[in-house]
């Protein structure tokens, strides 16, 4: 069954019936300019900040437009530092377009499940979104990136969706979408075209823009020397430990998709240095990816995403 062209007003069936109590608790307090936003933003590492730039309206005494990950049926809980767990509505920039906005999101490597990592997107769909920004911070393989430049996502490789770990392996929810949903265009063309402009409008420099393919690993460790050679050899430009299932899944429900990583690190893919003595090798530069590192880059250019991501809203 195709998805209903109003999911706002649609009965749930029989594949759906688990999404009813997540969106009975988020309409119970949602005001009714809030409650059908046409576009959700995920926040990823130190990303959070987004979400101060959201506009709230006046609320009566039984309304809300803020949830914990803890309280929303449905949900699990964000273990994550920088991630603070929350689901926000709002009004951004100064169309006052209706956002949903995830200040933290869920992984793989915290235990949940890939169900579970996605259930978000699959509400979104059923609110009405339309569009979803994702976003999140990632390591560079590409020697031309550096850090702090902003990636605007075009494809991706998703090593544990090619090794059996897809968010849609399971009984196919067909309210949402097809068996085998095309990932060709999973990242929206005009969409990146936007963000471009975007960036071009706020004076960005020139250079800090790239275009990439984002790998998708499990995670929690960081790539070994060679693991990562292998993700630059296959066509990856980026690697990290998110986005991918969220796409894969928002797409799935005919859902648009930009996806803008920050580049946070550089990932070592030079071959580990001989301990053989008679080749005597010089020590090279050595760097070790940590979450204190990634965390620390994506503050830094967290106003910067900030300021794009709000003009990207209202271009769209
Ligand atoms: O949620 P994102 O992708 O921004 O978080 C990144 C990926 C890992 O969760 C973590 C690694 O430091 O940061
Ligand atoms: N897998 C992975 N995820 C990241 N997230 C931010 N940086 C990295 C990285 O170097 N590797």
């Known amino acids: 069954m195709p ?31 809030l409650a059908t936003p046409k576009l959700a933003i995920i926040c990823g590492s130190g990303l959070g900040g987004l979400v101060n730039t959201i506009e709230q309206p006046k609320l009566t005494r039984t309304s809300k437009v803020e949830f914990s990950y803890s309280e929303i049926p449905g949900f699990v809980r964000s273990t994550v530092e920088g991630h603070a767990g929350k689901l926000v509505f709002g009004l951004l920039g100064v169309t006052k377009v209706p956002v949903v906005c995830m200040v933290g999101r869920f992984h793989v490597y915290e235990g949940h499940t890939r169900e579970q990592v996605t259930f978000p997107i699959k509400i979104f769909k059923l609110l009405g979104v339309e569009v979803l920004i994702v976003t999140g911070a990632v390591g560079s393989l590409n020697s031309k990136f ?49 963000a471009f402009r975007a960036a071009a409008s706020l004076n960005f420099e020139k250079g800090m823009i790239k275009e990439g393919t984002y790998c998708w690993v499990a995670g929690p460790s960081y790539e070994t020397r ?19 299932p969220e796409v894969v899944v928002a797409r799935y429900c005919g859902i648009r998709v930009l996806g803008l990583s920050i580049v946070t690190n550089m990932v070592l893919t030079r071959k580990p240095r001989s301990a053989d003595p008679e080749k005597d090798e010089p020590e090279g530069i050595e760097v070790h990816p940590s979450h204190q590192e990634v965390l620390e880059a994506s503050n830094a250019s967290a106003t910067m995403m900030q300021s794009l991501v709000k003009t990207v809203v209202e271009m769209i």
Do not use: C
Not at 159 to 180: A, D, K, V
């Open 146 to 194: 550096k850090v702090g430049d902003v990636v605007i996502l075009w494809d991706h490789i998703s090593i544990p969706g090619i090794s059996g770990n897809n968010p849609l392996i399971g009984p196919n929810q067909s309210y949402f979408g097809t068996r085998f949903p095309s990932m060709a265009d999973a990242y929206d063309f005009e969409l990146r075209r936007i």
């Open 226 to 244: 060679a693991e990562a050679r292998f993700l630059n050899f296959i066509g990856g430009d980026v690697v990290g430990m998110s986005t991918v």
């Open 3 to 33: 998805p209903p062209q109003n999911l706002q007003s649609a009965e749930l069936d029989d594949d759906t019936i688990e999404y009813s109590n997540t969106l009975k608790y988020l309409r119970a307090y949602l005001p009714p300019d």
